[in-house]
């Protein structure tokens, strides 16, 4: 059992920073999993999570990883579980730099709209309070929110590299001399990042390995499952030893790593799969209907995801019929999906008229 603020000592010089689940019912925020970690004299941030009370836990593993006279905070994307505390890079007493990915720059200025935009998908068919109700409990159990700090800068105003691990190539930043790798991913959202610590050998997949099936409405299935695949490749090359994410209370090691991500792959075929199935057997899906049971389907599966709850498997149904190909036919609530016509009615041959 772990409680908000528990440590977990991987060296040293890094600590992971234990954060919590959601519970709407009892207004309590998801709070992201943090590393600290000691990159020579600069002392590493990966997410700042939210609440006072993770705030301080993260300033006593700062002071668990040895000396530092710098500090590098980073941003792995702009969700309010990771970005609340993100003005500490300003108490640090040190000269301090803090990055956030730009395509999430909107959604940390105005986390309310982006909710809004994901909820609004499931307005009508799922029995949930209204886009803008859920939205604003988000935002309001998700505080003090404090994104943005004297020195934050994008990581888009970096020159983009190229970076090579192993067998491997991605592009992003490198930092504190090459020992920090912020690596592109943009799965889970728009912006995400994932982080290579080479001098300890960790990878720190922060969201992205949150589920076999994205949520958000800027998730990006492909990307989600690639990302997986080239992880697993680090792990099994040994680029990297050891597993840390946003959501899991725990280190993964060595031979696990691959087994459960090879584990996330199998589901996110399986759940479409079963998907598939389910909307097979009518030219026109009504999402109600769909969403009973694909909650049942992924149920029997036993596929559960950070944070499960019935908002979050409603989302992940509308991204399914997207990514089957699925589309609404009008704007109603409840309007049934149905597969667009693969032909281009303008090119279509003519019929020839009566005699």
């Given at each position: 059992?772990?409680?908000?603020?528990?440590?977990?000592?991987?060296?040293?010089?890094?600590?992971?920073?234990?954060?919590?689940?959601?519970?709407?019912?009892?207004?309590?925020?998801?709070?992201?999993?943090?590393?600290?970690?000691?990159?020579?004299?600069?002392?590493?941030?990966?997410?700042?999570?939210?609440?006072?009370?993770?705030?301080?836990?993260?300033?006593?593993?700062?002071?668990?990883?040895?000396?530092?006279?710098?500090?590098?905070?980073?941003?792995?994307?702009?969700?309010?579980?990771?970005?609340?505390?993100?003005?500490?890079?300003?108490?640090?007493?040190?000269?301090?730099?803090?990055?956030?990915?730009?395509?999430?720059?909107?959604?940390?200025?105005?986390?309310?709209?982006?909710?809004?935009?994901?909820?609004?998908?499931?307005?009508?068919?799922?029995?949930?309070?209204?886009?803008?109700?859920?939205?604003?409990?988000?935002?309001?159990?998700?505080?003090?929110?404090?994104?943005?700090?004297?020195?934050?800068?994008?990581?888009?105003?970096?020159?983009?590299?190229?970076?090579?691990?192993?067998?491997?190539?991605?592009?992003?930043?490198?930092?504190?001399?090459?020992?920090v790798r912020v690596l592109r991913s943009h799965g889970h959202c728009a912006g995400h990042v994932i982080v290579h610590l080479s001098d300890c050998s960790v990878l720190h997949l922060s969201d992205e390995g949150n589920g076999a099936c994205g949520a958000m409405a800027d998730a990006d299935q492909l990307k989600i499952q690639t990302v997986l695949g080239a992880v697993s490749v680090l792990f099994?090359?040994?680029?990297?030893?050891?597993?840390?994410?946003?959501?899991?209370?725990?280190?993964?090691?060595?031979?696990?790593?691959?087994?459960?991500?090879?584990?996330?792959?199998?589901?996110?075929?399986?759940?479409?799969?079963?998907?598939?199935?389910?909307?097979?057997?009518?030219?026109?899906?009504?999402?109600?209907?769909?969403?009973?049971?694909?909650?049942?389907?992924?149920?029997?599966?036993?596929?559960?995801?950070?944070?499960?709850?019935?908002?979050?498997?409603?989302?992940?149904?509308?991204?399914?019929?997207?990514?089957?190909?699925?589309?609404?036919?009008?704007?109603?609530?409840?309007?049934?999906?149905?597969?667009?016509?693969?032909?281009?009615?303008?090119?279509?041959?003519?019929?020839?008229?009566?005699?």
């Open positions: 059992m772990t409680a908000l603020g528990d440590l977990i000592k991987i060296d040293d010089r890094t600590v992971l920073v234990l954060g919590q689940e959601l519970q709407f019912e009892r207004d309590q925020p998801d709070v992201a999993n943090a590393l600290v970690h000691r990159a020579g004299d600069t002392l590493v941030i990966v997410d700042t999570g939210v609440t006072t009370a993770f705030r301080a836990a993260l300033r006593a593993a700062t002071d668990r990883v040895g000396h530092w006279s710098r500090a590098l905070v980073l941003t792995t994307h702009g969700h309010p579980d990771h970005v609340g505390n993100n003005d500490l890079a300003d108490e640090l007493g040190v000269p301090a730099e803090h990055y956030v990915p730009a395509p999430d720059l909107d959604q940390m200025r105005d986390p309310a709209s982006y909710w809004v935009r994901s909820f609004d998908r499931i307005s009508g068919f799922a029995s949930l309070p209204a886009a803008s109700a859920l939205a604003d409990k988000v935002v309001s159990i998700c505080q003090p929110m404090r994104p943005f700090g004297a020195t934050t800068r994008t990581y888009e105003e970096r020159p983009l590299e190229r970076i090579r691990i192993g067998p491997l190539r991605f592009t992003g930043w490198t930092f504190a001399d090459g020992a099994e090359e040994k680029e990297a030893t050891l597993l840390t994410d946003g959501h899991t209370f725990a280190v993964r090691r060595g031979a696990e790593v691959v087994a459960y991500l090879d584990g996330l792959l199998e589901q996110a075929a399986a759940m479409q799969a079963s998907a598939l199935r389910l909307t097979e057997e009518s030219k026109q899906v009504q999402p109600s209907a769909f969403l009973t049971r694909y909650t049942e389907a992924i149920a029997d599966l036993g596929v559960g995801g950070a944070n499960p709850n019935p908002v979050f498997t409603a989302m992940m149904a509308v991204n399914q019929l997207r990514e089957l190909g699925l589309r609404p036919e009008s704007g109603d609530v409840d309007a049934p999906w149905s597969r667009p016509t693969a032909y281009n009615p303008a090119s279509a041959p003519s019929r020839p008229g009566p005699d």
